[in-house]
């Protein structure tokens, strides 16, 4: 069971970056997926989560309007598409698959979790 995210870099605010995180090991096309972040000196927050089905979204206030997320059941694969980045954005970035098909917002409701990809916007 791996989940690898990628995509994280460094950027300047108002860029635009896309997360990627391929699953292996299993099938998750039956379980919601979500992001999270986690900044220095911070707790984990939740970014956004999608249906096991893609047909129903939940994103946290924080990012809506900005950020979307997507997946592709036969890549096994989530994406976050992140626009209008702000220097608060940055994080280490990290998926994870979910226990049940709805999305969630609660870290709680997530299984197993990759290795989180780091995002820095600078101002």
């Known amino acids: 069971v791996q989940l690898q995210a990628s995509g994280g870099g460094l950027v300047q605010a108002g860029d635009s970056l896309r997360l990627s995180c391929a699953a292996s090991?299993?099938?998750?096309?039956?379980?919601?997926m979500g992001w999270f972040r986690q900044a220095p000196g911070k707790e984990r927050e939740f970014v956004a989560a999608?249906?096991?089905?893609?047909?129903?979204?939940y994103s946290a206030d924080s990012v809506k309007g900005r950020f979307s997320i997507s997946r592709d059941n036969a890549k096994n694969t989530v994406y976050l598409q992140m626009t209008s980045l702000k220097p608060e954005d940055t994080a280490v970035y990290y998926c994870?698959?979910?226990?049940?098909?709805?999305?969630?917002?609660?870290?709680?409701?997530?299984?197993?979790w990759g290795q989180g990809t780091q995002v820095t916007v600078s101002s």
């Open positions: 999608i249906s096991w089905n893609g047909g129903s979204t």
């Open positions: 994870a698959v979910g226990r049940y098909r709805a999305p969630s917002g609660i870290s709680y409701d997530y299984d197993y």
């Open positions: 090991g299993r099938t998750y096309s039956s379980y919601s």
